[in-house]
Structure formats: C-alpha cells, structure tokens
C-alpha cells in the first residue's frame, strides 16, 4: 500500500529518542530474521510446488504467494489515531516490505506522544516501537483494494510526572506491546493520487485497558510505484 498519514505529526514529536537499546534491537533482530527468510523462500520459490489455495486461507494463502513469486518492494509513511485513557493519541511512522499479489509483510518504526495535566501534577508518554504487519487483500485492482492488517510490535514507553506545585519530576520506562487487527482500503481517483483510510483496535498487552483502544486513519496516497513505472518507460522513450 502507498503512503498514508491520518493526522498532522504534534510538535512534541521526537521519534524513537525513548526506544530502549535493549528492546530495539530485540526486535530490530526480528525484523531482519523475518525479511530475510521470506526474501530466501520467496527468491527460491521455483522449487517449492504449491496448489493455489481455494477460498478463504490466510495461511495457505502466504505460503502459496510468497513462494510463487519475487516480492515487490514497498516503502511508505504510516500514520493512524489512537487513544490513551480516552484522549487522542496519534500515532506515526514509517514502514518498508514486500508486497505478494495478496500478501503484503511490512515492517515499520512507530512513535506517538501523550500529554495530560491535573492541578497537582503533569503525565507526559513517550512510545517508541518496531512492529511487523501482514496484509491481507480481499480485492485488490487498479481502482482500490481492500485489505485486513494484523500487526504485532515491540518497544518501550517513557512516562514522566512532574509536580506542579514543587517542579519535581520522576520518570519510568516500561515494555510496550500492541497488538493490532482492523480493515482497510483505498480508492484512486488520479493516476499517482488516492485515498486511503482504516478502522481497528489496538490490544496492549501488560498495561491494560488505558494503553488499549480503536484506531482509525484517513488522508491521501501517493502511488508511487505507479509514477515510477511511468517515469521507466517514459526515459525508455527518450533514449530510443
């Protein structure tokens, strides 16, 4: 899928400043080991014979299209809205993966911020994580596409509080793990332009219900796999 940011990044933005080193590259380790086996089973797909899955199959669906063919490599801004004890919380990022027919595997770098005031003291939530997301497409032509997300990350949330009357602040860092499932889609309605937008929930897992919460996208897409497919043929032209 092309790019698409729901929401303006906030001014407090500082992306991943507050991912741990140790969570990072736990999961930085992950995201590698999980691209490069697909990459490897896809590159040596030839020699692995698959029937095309009938119906509805999730599984049979990733195995039979990864090993079908080489990926297409994909690259794209990731930006959604969720919540934190019922006060928006964006959320932004950046992602890159393969994309298989009606299979895509991403992985991306997230951050979001949270910021609440009472009259006794300030909470102000720092998230930085890595999470990988598999798409899968229930229609995908040239005019939209419609697709379900299942994503799971791993990453670190800073929290501090800080005293109004006295100043004083004191700050924690904890382990931070969504788990997110929804639908999605897109409509072009330009050749490199569209709009795209999703609905889901995010599960938190070890915080509870505060960190838990739907979330939701919409704003444009740029198809610049589309603009760079005519920019390929168009210097073919020139150089005729």
């Known amino acids: 899928m092309s790019s698409a940011v729901g929401k303006s990044i906030p001014s407090r933005f500082h992306p991943f400043v507050h991912l741990s080193f140790m969570h990072f590259g736990k999961a930085l380790g992950f995201v590698i080991v999980f691209f490069m086996a697909n990459i490897a089973r896809s590159q040596g797909g030839d020699s692995i014979r698959l029937s095309k899955p009938k119906g509805f199959n999730p599984i049979d669906t990733l195995r ?19 919540y934190i004890n019922g ?14 027919d009606k299979i895509a595997l991403y992985s991306g770098f997230y951050s979001s911020n949270y910021f609440s005031r009472t009259q006794k ?16 497409y229930l229609a995908d032509n040239w005019r939209y596409d ?35 499932v929804g639908i999605g889609g897109t409509v072009r309605f330009l050749r490199y332009l569209g709009m795209a937008g999703s609905l889901g929930y995010r599960w938190s897992l070890y915080q509870g219900s505060d960190y838990s919460s739907p979330f939701w996208s919409l704003g444009f897409t740029f198809y610049t796999g589309t603009l760079w497919r005519d920019a390929k043929e168009a210097s073919k032209k020139i150089n005729r």
Request: aromatic share 14%.
């Open 64 to 82: 039979y299209y990864v090993n079908k063919r080489n990926g297409r490599f994909l690259l794209s801004l990731d930006g959604k809205n969720a």
């Open 87 to 100: 006060v928006s919380s964006p959320v932004v990022g950046f992602r890159f993966g393969l994309s298989y």
């Open 146 to 180: 419609v697709f379900v997300p299942i994503s799971i990350g791993i990453g670190s949330k800073t929290i501090m509080k800080t005293e109004v009357l006295s100043g004083n602040s004191r700050s924690s860092s904890e382990a931070f793990v969504p788990i997110e």
């Open 121 to 136: 003291d300030t909470t102000s939530i720092n998230f930085g994580y890595v999470a990988t997301t598999v798409e899968y």
